[in-house]
């Protein structure tokens, strides 16, 4: 009896790995406080005549900006901005959104949107084929007046037997966050019904 219970024990923990295996990319951001509901996804327009705006009385400014300077591959990855919990836009190409947010700490998450899945393999449709990170997290202390840049850098590369594909997240020095919005386009997104 006492064999049996063992041997129940140690199949239920060999199939424990392939449970995880078998979640979806919403398991990826769903362990960021920053990240929104991966099932809301975003149309994107971009505007190259945007210009920057300055942060609203007592709140700060925030810049996410989608770098794929790097990322050599048609299409171009949607990339959701997420802020403590919630969707906040998208971007698309080398882009940006802004956005403002009260003084305090914040969750800031990116995250690739996808298109779906294949109806008859089960397989994510869009960018995104490929081993590596699709989504990256991080957390900042916002300031009233100040303005933030943060950079989403896609990159991807092959290799003989596979496509690497990488998202970081990286706050920027305020020099370098002005030439990327002066250089990028602005991004308009609209949340899909």
Request: glycine content about 10%; aromatic content about 8%; some cysteine.
């Amino acid at each position: 009896m006492l064999g049996m219970a063992v041997k129940a024990v140690v199949i239920s923990l060999a199939l424990l790995p392939l449970t995880v295996m078998a979640q979806d990319n919403s398991a990826a951001t769903a362990g960021s406080p920053g990240c929104g509901d991966d099932a809301i996804k975003f149309s994107v327009k971009t505007d190259k005549a945007q210009h920057p705006s300055q942060p609203q009385a007592g709140k700060a400014l925030v810049y996410f900006i989608e770098d794929d300077s790097n990322f050599n591959s048609i299409p171009k990855p949607t990339t959701r901005a997420g802020l403590d919990g919630k969707w906040m836009g998208a971007t698309h190409g080398n882009s940006y959104l802004s956005f403002s947010v009260g003084p305090g700490v914040h969750h800031l998450c990116a995250s690739w949107q996808f298109a779906g899945s294949h109806p008859l393999t089960g397989l994510l449709l869009g960018v995104g084929t490929g081993q590596g990170s699709k989504s990256a997290a991080l957390h900042f202390t916002a300031e009233a007046g100040n303005t933030y840049y943060f950079a989403v850098k896609n990159i991807n590369f092959h290799t003989e037997s596979s496509t690497k594909i990488d998202l970081t997240l990286t706050p920027l020095d305020s020099d370098e966050g002005q030439l990327l919005v002066n250089k990028f386009a602005h991004s308009t997104s609209v949340q899909k019904k």
